[in-house]
């Protein structure tokens, strides 16, 4: 039996599970979301996540898997794909990831040996106390490589990379052993005036679909605020609008903003990785994935 893995990716709002379920069907796959948002439970609106009917009766894998109050760390994500990876092959099948985490993506179909750091607990309360902006400063200049790459308003992902920067030196280049199958990126291309447009769009539906109206509810179930402020821009927006310190129109705006600058920042990650072969549709996609699969 091959083993053999196809990973479709590229940045927010690009199409990638509508893409991923069309060539599951095609090709007898099953799928491995590689999300680091939609790991969690109840986060389905404001991250997008693919709903039952339009998985298509396709088998998702690593999606609403842990509690958004707890963390969830990139090895933790790399043993459920691994997992479930195998478990597709036992039934003769293709596994498919599909995702826009760079990061993730790379410890599974790389093999990366992660590095192992315990968390300092004592220089994370110290950062605590400082802004996002004094956070990011701080990792620039301990990392400059690594500042370039991550989410500069998400402290808490500012303060791992700090934490293991200082543990280690940097944030390393991340070792990888040989991996135990083969591996083809599909990577989806899409112009910038395409991809704004996607992502405006999809804001507004995700608006209309209850956006707001969940992120109350995940609060009301004893979700802090702090955490919400934590796990992504979505949810950082709507803490800061229902909280008083914007209003609507300002989240909107704020929120089409990041959005952009977030799905920027996936395209300079992948953009570095020469392997990933792009495509405009459907049909290019496919004849790369027949070929590979031959």
């Given at each position: 039996m091959s083993r053999k893995i196809i990973v479709i990716l590229g940045p927010t709002a690009s199409g990638k599970s509508a893409l991923a379920v069309r060539v599951a069907k095609k090709f007898n796959g099953e799928i491995i979301s590689a999300d680091s948002r939609q790991v969690y439970k109840g986060l389905n609106i404001?991250?997008?996540?693919?709903?039952k009917k339009d998985m298509g009766g396709i088998p998702h894998h690593c999606l609403d898997i842990v509690s958004p109050k707890k963390i969830f760390t990139v090895a933790e994500f790399k043993?459920?794909?691994?997992?479930?990876?195998?478990k597709i092959f036992a039934k003769n099948k293709t596994p498919i990831i599909v995702g826009g985490t760079g990061l993730?993506?790379?410890?599974?179909?790389?093999?990366?040996?992660?590095?192992?750091?315990?968390?300092?607990?004592?220089?994370?309360?110290?950062?605590?106390?400082?802004?996002?902006?004094?956070?990011?400063?701080?990792?620039?200049?301990?990392?400059?490589d690594r500042a370039k790459n991550i989410d500069a308003k998400n402290p808490r992902r500012?303060?791992?990379?700090?934490?293991?920067?200082?543990?280690?030196?940097?944030?390393?280049?991340l070792g990888a052993q040989l991996p135990s199958w083969e591996a083809i990126r599909i990577g989806i291309r899409l112009s910038d005036r395409k991809l704004k447009k996607n992502i405006n769009k999809r804001l507004v539906y995700?608006?209309?679909?209850?956006?707001?109206?969940?992120?109350?509810?995940?609060?009301g179930q004893g979700l802090s605020w702090k955490?919400?402020?934590?796990?992504?821009?979505?949810?950082?927006?709507?803490?800061?609008?229902?909280?008083?310190?914007?209003?609507?129109?300002?989240?909107i705006e704020k929120l089409k903003g990041e959005i952009w600058h977030y799905a920027k920042r996936q395209m300079t990650w992948f953009k570095k990785d020469k392997?990933?072969?792009?495509?405009?549709?459907?049909k290019q996609a496919e004849k790369f994935m027949k070929e590979f699969l031959k």
């Amino acid at each position: 039996m091959s083993r053999k893995i196809i990973v479709i990716l590229g940045p927010t709002a690009s199409g990638k599970s509508a893409l991923a379920v069309r060539v599951a069907k095609k090709f007898n796959g099953e799928i491995i979301s590689a999300d680091s948002r939609q790991v969690y439970k109840g986060l389905n609106i404001g991250t997008g996540k693919i709903t039952k009917k339009d998985m298509g009766g396709i088998p998702h894998h690593c999606l609403d898997i842990v509690s958004p109050k707890k963390i969830f760390t990139v090895a933790e994500f790399k043993k459920c794909a691994e997992e479930a990876a195998e478990k597709i092959f036992a039934k003769n099948k293709t596994p498919i990831i599909v995702g826009g985490t760079g990061l993730y993506i790379q410890a599974v179909v790389d093999n990366v040996v992660l590095p192992e750091v315990k968390p300092n607990w004592k220089l994370r309360k110290e950062l605590e106390k400082k802004t996002t902006e004094e956070i990011f400063a701080i990792l620039k200049k301990l990392d400059p490589d690594r500042a370039k790459n991550i989410d500069a308003k998400n402290p808490r992902r500012l303060i791992r990379a700090i934490e293991i920067a200082k543990a280690l030196g940097k944030v390393p280049n991340l070792g990888a052993q040989l991996p135990s199958w083969e591996a083809i990126r599909i990577g989806i291309r899409l112009s910038d005036r395409k991809l704004k447009k996607n992502i405006n769009k999809r804001l507004v539906y995700r608006l209309r679909k209850g956006m707001i109206a969940e992120a109350k509810k995940l609060h009301g179930q004893g979700l802090s605020w702090k955490r919400m402020n934590e796990l992504c821009l979505e949810y950082r927006y709507l803490t800061k609008f229902l909280r008083g310190e914007i209003s609507k129109i300002e989240m909107i705006e704020k929120l089409k903003g990041e959005i952009w600058h977030y799905a920027k920042r996936q395209m300079t990650w992948f953009k570095k990785d020469k392997r990933i072969k792009w495509v405009d549709n459907y049909k290019q996609a496919e004849k790369f994935m027949k070929e590979f699969l031959k």
